[in-house]
């Protein structure tokens, strides 16, 4: 199993990013999705994640200001990320697990993580 990051980038505040993140190597349609990330210094914390039907949850402070997708045509999921902040700056990574959406944020349902996409936002 393969989870491959891409869209990272500078970004000044106020900005927007589309991450993407292709899976190979697992039946993706039947996997719940997330966006995590990793601030330097901090723990690993969810951003959002996807079921595979599509229910979408939000953590708080992303909410209303980005939006998850997956194209399970193309076994990709997405993440757009809107009015960027200095906050909002870290090592995003993509997951993969079966399991309900709380397993899945709570990350003891995840069996796959991808490498990583560092995002920066200047202030």
């Known amino acids: 199993v393969q989870l491959q990051a891409s869209g990272g980038g500078m970004v000044q505040a106020g900005g927007s990013l589309r991450l993407s993140c292709t899976a190979s190597?697992?039946?993706?349609?039947?996997?719940?999705m997330g966006w995590f990330r990793q601030a330097p210094g901090k723990e690993r914390e969810w951003v959002s994640v996807?079921?595979?039907?599509?229910?979408?949850w939000y953590e708080a402070s992303v909410k209303g200001r980005s939006t998850i997708s997956r194209d399970n045509a193309k076994n990709t999921v997405y993440l757009e990320m809107r009015f960027l902040q200095p906050k909002d700056t870290g090592v995003y990574y993509c997951?993969?697990?079966?399991?309900?959406?709380?397993?899945?944020?709570?990350?003891?349902?995840?069996?796959?993580w991808g490498k990583g996409t560092l995002v920066t936002v200047s202030s």
């Open positions: 190597g697992l039946s993706f349609s039947a996997y719940a």
């Open positions: 996807i079921s595979g039907s599509g229910t979408t």
């Open positions: 997951a993969a697990g079966q399991g309900p959406l709380r397993s899945i944020v709570q990350k003891t349902a995840v069996t796959n």
